[in-house]
């Protein structure tokens, strides 16, 4: 295959790899990937709403209706009937109502909050998935003009050779350097490929976008998803071991019990009323367990709190400072570019006068190709250290 087929070949393949990239902004990619995962936080919710619907219920559980029937008829059959209806429902505690109502709204926030905090966590996950492609998206392009450039280079040794003004090892190092483009070609497609795939995964089939973040969020969550959520499970924790130390045995059970008997044939029907109220006894057995079970979740939920609290603030310092330094490469990488490109027009002067050979012509053509993939890269650097920091401090796209 020649080598401008081979070029237009590889051209196209590049395109139909790209093609995807020109469509949606991070925002959207983002919406459509919760939208994925929306369910599973819809239902939890909903089960936290249905536990704190439960908390506002007249009665701690639901009540219970007893039927039962007592005779004589296995031995002697005298006559001795009974029917009894018992209809018993269990009581609130004093004050466990409100015990029960406030552990179930601090869930309730916590349910919310981790909610927040899931799609904090996925907007980290798509950020990074997102700067992969375009990296190596860049890179493949890059590996791409290399070899266009090696191609190119080992023409012109070809034609040298065959004049008789180098000798076959310059096309032998040219066809090497050729090869060894070639190779690094095909391996920057196949990892472009990858990220393509994991962002369209992790993005539920959303296009890959090209548009940097905005330099400012349009707008900051009042607290910190992360130190919200922590926040709030603390909280329920709270509430979680006063339910412990405030609920210190079962609810209460009364009962209303009807009963219809006889004692013989001959006696008639008399109806009965029975009201109970059956009180348990609480004990350590029962309370001991519940009491350090929130004890330690209220711990670790506190331990989780102080360090999360460290590690944002280290978080946030770190991507402040590598936002800065991004921003500083990028600007020395342009000036880097502005040189390339001074130089070359020189040397193609040197060129046309015939003082420099074709070679260093391509030689320097490569290098400012090179400068401009690494001054692009700069710049994708620098806005992804960018979203790094926007992730740092709590903004979604």
Same mark, same amino acid.
């Given at each position: 295959?020649?080598?401008?087929?081979?070029?237009?070949?590889?051209?196209?393949?590049?395109?139909?790899?790209?093609?995807?990239?020109?469509?949606a902004s991070l925002a959207e990619a983002f919406d459509r990937a919760w939208?994925?995962?929306?369910?599973?936080?819809?239902?939890?919710?909903?089960?936290?709403?249905?536990?704190?619907?439960?908390?506002?219920?007249?009665?701690?559980?639901?009540?219970?209706?007893?039927?039962?029937?007592?005779?004589?008829?296995?031995?002697?059959? @005298?006559?001795?009937?009974?029917?009894?209806?018992?209809?018993? @429902?269990?009581?609130?505690?004093?004050?466990?109502?409100?015990?029960?109502?406030? %552990?179930?709204?601090?869930?309730?926030?916590?349910?919310?909050?981790?909610?927040?905090?899931?799609?904090?966590?996925?907007?980290?996950?798509?950020?990074? @998935?997102?700067?992969?492609?375009?990296?190596?998206?860049?890179?493949?392009?890059?590996?791409?003009?290399?070899?266009?450039?090696?191609?190119?280079?080992?023409?012109?040794?070809?034609?040298?050779?065959?004049?008789?003004?180098?000798?076959?090892?310059?096309?032998?190092?040219?066809?090497?350097?050729?090869?060894?483009?070639?190779?690094?070609?095909?391996?920057?497609?196949?990892?472009?490929?990858?990220?393509?795939?994991?962002?369209?995964?992790?993005?539920?089939?959303?296009a890959l976008p090209q548009q940097a973040e905005p330099a400012h969020p349009?707008?900051?969550?009042?607290?910190?998803?992360?130190?919200?959520?922590?926040?709030?499970?603390?909280?329920?924790?709270?509430?979680?071991?006063?339910?412990?130390?405030?609920?210190?045995?079962?609810?209460?059970?009364?009962?209303?019990? %009807?009963?219809?008997?006889?004692?013989?044939?001959?006696?008639?029907?008399?109806?009965?009323?029975?009201?109970? %109220?059956?009180?348990?006894?609480?004990?350590?057995?029962?309370?001991?367990?519940?009491?350090?079970?929130?004890?330690?979740?209220?711990?670790?939920?506190?331990?989780?709190?102080?360090?999360?609290?460290?590690?944002?603030?280290?978080?946030?310092?770190?991507?402040?400072?590598?936002?800065?330094?991004?921003?500083?490469?990028?600007?020395?990488?342009?000036?880097? %570019?502005?040189?390339?490109?001074?130089?070359?027009?020189?040397?193609?002067?040197?060129?046309?006068?015939?003082?420099?050979?074709?070679?260093?012509?391509?030689?320097?053509?490569?290098?400012?190709?090179?400068?401009?993939?690494?001054?692009?890269?700069?710049?994708?650097?620098?806005?992804?250290?960018?979203?790094?920091?926007?992730?740092?401090?709590?903004?979604?796209?």
């Amino acid at each position: 295959m020649q080598a401008s087929s081979f070029c237009r070949l590889a051209l196209a393949v590049w395109l139909g790899l790209a093609a995807p990239a020109q469509a949606a902004s991070l925002a959207e990619a983002f919406d459509r990937a919760w939208a994925a995962r929306q369910a599973v936080s819809e239902a939890r919710q909903q089960l936290r709403d249905s536990q704190r619907e439960a908390s506002d219920a007249w009665l701690p559980g639901p009540p219970a209706l007893t039927l039962s029937q007592r005779s004589d008829r296995l031995d002697r059959n @005298a006559g001795l009937r009974e029917w009894e209806v018992e209809l018993s @429902a269990p009581l609130w505690l004093w004050g466990q109502r409100e015990l029960a109502r406030r %552990l179930a709204e601090r869930e309730q926030d916590a349910e919310q909050h981790a909610r927040a905090l899931a799609r904090w966590q996925l907007a980290g996950a798509l950020r990074e @998935a997102w700067w992969e492609a375009r990296l190596a998206e860049l890179d493949a392009a890059a590996a791409q003009q290399r070899l266009h450039t090696q191609r190119a280079l080992e023409a012109d040794a070809m034609r040298r050779v065959n004049a008789g003004q180098e000798a076959p090892l310059a096309h032998n190092q040219a066809a090497g350097a050729r090869a060894q483009a070639e190779t690094d070609w095909l391996r920057a497609q196949a990892q472009a490929r990858r990220a393509l795939n994991q962002f369209t995964a992790a993005a539920r089939g959303a296009a890959l976008p090209q548009q940097a973040e905005p330099a400012h969020p349009s707008a900051l969550p009042d607290a910190h998803p992360l130190l919200a959520s922590l926040d709030a499970r603390v909280a329920a924790a709270q509430a979680r071991l006063a339910q412990a130390n405030g609920d210190s045995r079962d609810a209460p059970e009364l009962a209303l019990t %009807l009963t219809r008997e006889r004692g013989a044939r001959s006696e008639p029907y008399q109806n009965l009323a029975k009201l109970s %109220l059956k009180i348990p006894f609480g004990g350590q057995a029962r309370n001991g367990p519940r009491m350090a079970q929130a004890n330690v979740e209220l711990s670790e939920a506190l331990a989780e709190l102080h360090a999360g609290r460290e590690q944002l603030a280290q978080d946030i310092d770190s991507a402040r400072l590598a936002r800065e330094l991004g921003q500083q490469q990028a600007r020395a990488q342009a000036e880097a %570019l502005q040189l390339a490109e001074q130089r070359l027009g020189w040397i193609q002067r040197a060129v046309r006068a015939g003082q420099l050979s074709a070679p260093e012509q391509w030689r320097a053509q490569s290098e400012l190709h090179e400068a401009r993939s690494q001054a692009q890269r700069a710049q994708l650097e620098a806005g992804r250290a960018h979203s790094r920091y926007l992730q740092a401090i709590g903004a979604l796209p």
